[in-house]
């Protein structure tokens, strides 16, 4: 399937050069105007739209199958307790990890990382000791760091970003050291799309010492993950940004260093005995799943990969692949547009700025033609401070974007230029 | 479904109501665009998730606003919106320019007086059709009062 990765990016869109997936149908969403127009939908690293499969899976378990898991003697919280317990196999699956037991369910990305902070994070650092991260983390990957070093007396290190958006290595290697005790990166940059070299960064932070940490969460829709031939200690990414429910998230974690870990939150099925004297604690990953889950979620979200991978991650990352070539030679040829993060390897993001219109006028003026990007700082200030500016217009793909969508982008922008009076002729 | 929320009823927002001449000439060339080293009052105002930031200088005697300026960066509403202001409120006396900042909120968001005469800042009154752009045209203003009654943290309207 990566043959479809070079094709041309010009043409008529016939033949080989198209690599529409044609799966628009399967997004109801998608057929809903926007002010009178057909909706583009281009902020899909906000979030991205759910197929019926996701939405049908949700409804039939309150339908079907709703009951609590985990503690009902009855046969529908047998059987929930099978769906619930069956979607964890799916992600481990998803993600080729080697234990179902190695999937944690949280909210998201953000709790995810705040778990690995609290709970791994708490009990093993010390003053003095090195936090690594990028430039490009989004505030979910900065943030609880900031907490855990406050809480431990710990230290934050940053790694920096090139101009065109990409890691400088030789400042990861430099910043490295044997006081480094966790490498937190993300795999795919939110607001640039730039692809970190995550299983690379791992060997060298494990030859380190360190632990290593990758945020996925822009990562795992479009492109096959292997948690394993990456060999990061813990892999976190949302469900709502892989076609799946909001509200349900996964924290992977290598079997060793999650049974080692205390728990965070405290309350039911988490525990094994509970006393007024002392309570022991349920193995992973029930130890991190305090209360009743987000059973209906987890369902949802494991409809949602069963959906990718019908169609199949590798066709859908040639799909964006191609488009986000499409759209980089489109977008970049029109007279004022400023592209922001142009690194060798990139996922289906598109940053840019155009000259003299600010970034939330042009969101507006985008919005009334149905095309939906995002404007501002994308969660990632410090990275936007690194390049001088304020923020971004980001358009990002997912599946269903069609060189179509791309069209009426375009169209939209000379649109904004034209309201603006700042068209220019190249 | 109401008519009014029809999605295939809605054409969309009419931009021209929103981004009126005046408000380009104003974002391209804004008025009283400059720091105040003599200025006796001054505000910051700042608009995280928007990035829109701005500094409001004030030269008040007699309780009448002598001069006004300001420096800062943001989107077309907000760098015209603050312009705008600059040029209403010079001259006036400060219980007029906070009796001001009222009714043009309310012109803004709300039921405006009728007897009010706003004058240019009536360009802005587009900006009611677009509720998530109030924030960038009042944030001049929030910014303004701040530097009037002297408070020491940065205005925000988000």
Known sequence: MTVLNDLPVSGTGQGLGMTALDVAADFPILARPVHGRRLVYLDNGATTQKPLAVIEAERRFYLESNANIHRGVHWLSQHATELYDGARSTVQRFINAAHAEEIVFTRGTTEAINLVAQSWGRAELR????????TMEHHSNIVPWQLLCEQTGAVLKVVLVSDAGELDLASFDALLNHRTQLVAITHVSNALGSINPVAELTAR??????????????????????????????????????????????LYGRSSILKAMPPWQGGGDMIRTVSFERSTWADAPQRFEAGTPNIAGAIGL?????????IGIERIAAHEHGLLKYATAAVGAIPGVRRVGTAQHKAGILSFLVDGIHPHDLGTILDAEGVAIRAGHHCAMPLMT???????????LALYNTRADIDALVAAIDKAQDLFGTRKHG | ????????????????????????????????????????????????????????????????????????????????????????????????????????????TDTPPPERDFGKLTVLAGVREFPVRVKCATLAWHTLHNAIVGAQDPARTE
Do not use: W
């Not at chain 1, 494991?302 to 991978?309: E, H, M």
């Not at chain 2, 829109?52 to 760098?79: K, M, N, P, W, Y």
């Open chain 2, 1 to 108: 479904m109401k008519a009014e929320t029809n999605p295939m009823n809605d054409t969309g927002p009419d931009l021209r109501e929103l981004y009126q001449e005046v408000i380009f000439d104003h974002n391209r060339q804004p008025r009283n665009y400059r720091p105040m080293p003599e200025a006796d009052h001054q505000a910051d105002g700042h608009n995280p998730l928007c990035g829109d930031q701005l500094t409001v200088f004030l030269r008040i005697e007699d309780d009448v606003v002598r001069d006004v300026s300001f420096v800062g960066h943001g989107c077309a509403i907000s760098t015209a919106s603050a312009s705008l202001m600059t040029e209403a409120i010079k001259g006036k006396t400060v219980a007029a320019v906070e009796a001001l900042f009222h009714d043009f909120h309310a012109l803004l």
């Open chain 1, 127 to 134: 003053a003095g000791d090195e936090i690594l991260i990028t």
């Open chain 1, 302 to 310: 494991a409809a949602a990969i069963d959906y990718v991978q019908e």
């Open chain 1, 386 to 396: 690194r390049f001088g500016i304020p923020g971004t217009a980001r358009a990002s």
């Open chain 1, 205 to 250: 932070a494990h030859a380190a010492g360190a632990v290593v940490l990758v945020d996925g969460a822009q990562a795992v829709a479009h492109q096959a993950v292997d948690v394993r031939a990456i060999g990061c200690d813990f892999y976190a990414f949302s469900g709502h940004k892989l076609y799946g429910p909001t509200g349900i998230g996964v």
